[in-house]
């Protein structure tokens, strides 16, 4: 019997309502289609033990929990999904990710007092992403998608900062391709599905 090829792991990055969840449906859909199995999966995922944490902390603008201390319950929640993201891409599953690593270093280190390369640390170890979509969108735009607002983290000022340290990102590596998402969803499922296709 021939070896399985191991999956791709692409990762779906941007600031809220940037169109991450959508996107990644799309790509899973027109994978599939192409006879090329491929699974849905995000973070944080609220349905875990450190997932219902996080979820009250995001949905709880009351809820008081040290920075570093939330930094690292979302670190977790990667964390107690590695072994089932190491078994999906050894059965040659690419995984289409909704927010990874980098919302974890973002949002944190965009905080007063958190250190970029503090952020980083817990989560050296988890597997490399093969690719990093980062859907881009100016906050005019996306404060008139509906849902904005209603968790801590949506207010302008911190989206702001997220973006720009987003970009800062995107620079350092080269497995990144900033897709500016303030067209139609068509327009930028194209784009995603032409880079995929380049890739392999
Ligand atoms: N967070 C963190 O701090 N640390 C971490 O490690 C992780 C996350 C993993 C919750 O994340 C918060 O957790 C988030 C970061 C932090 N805080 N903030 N901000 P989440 O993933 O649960 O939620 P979110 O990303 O903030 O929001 P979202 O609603 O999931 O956004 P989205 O997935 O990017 O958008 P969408 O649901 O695909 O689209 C939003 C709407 O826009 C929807 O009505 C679409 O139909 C519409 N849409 C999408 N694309 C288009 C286009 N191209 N044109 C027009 N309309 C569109
Ligand atoms: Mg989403």
């Excluded at 040290?66 to 999906?88: C, G, M, P, Y």
């Excluded at 949002?107 to 050296?124: F, R, T």
Aim: contains cysteine; hydrophobic residues 35%.
């Amino acid at each position: 019997m021939g070896q399985i090829k191991r999956g791709a792991l692409i990762v779906f990055e941007g600031v809220d309502k940037s169109g991450k969840s959508t996107h990644c449906k799309k790509l899973v859909e027109a994978l599939e289609n192409f006879k090329i199995k491929a699974k849905f999966m995000s973070f944080p995922d609220r349905s875990t033990l450190t997932g219902k944490l996080i979820d009250n902390y995001l949905r709880n603008k009351e809820c008081q929990l040290d920075d570093h201390a939330i930094h690292l319950l979302f670190t977790a929640n990667r964390w107690e999904k590695v072994d089932q993201i190491k078994s999906l891409l050894n059965d040659g599953v690419t995984l289409i990710v909704d927010r990874y690593s980098y919302s974890g270093i973002v949002y944190s280190a965009v905080k007063k007092n958190m250190d970029l390369n503090w952020c980083k640390q817990p989560e050296i170890g988890l597997p490399k992403p093969d690719m990093v979509f980062l859907l881009s969108i100016s906050q005019e735009e996306i404060m008139v998608r509906p849902g904005f607002g209603s968790e801590r983290y949506e207010h302008r000022e911190m989206q702001e900062k997220v973006a720009d340290m987003y970009l800062q990102l995107s620079r350092e590596c080269d497995n990144w391709e900033v897709i500016n998402t303030a067209r139609s969803i068509e327009d930028v499922q194209d784009r995603t599905c032409e880079e995929m296709c380049r890739e392999n």
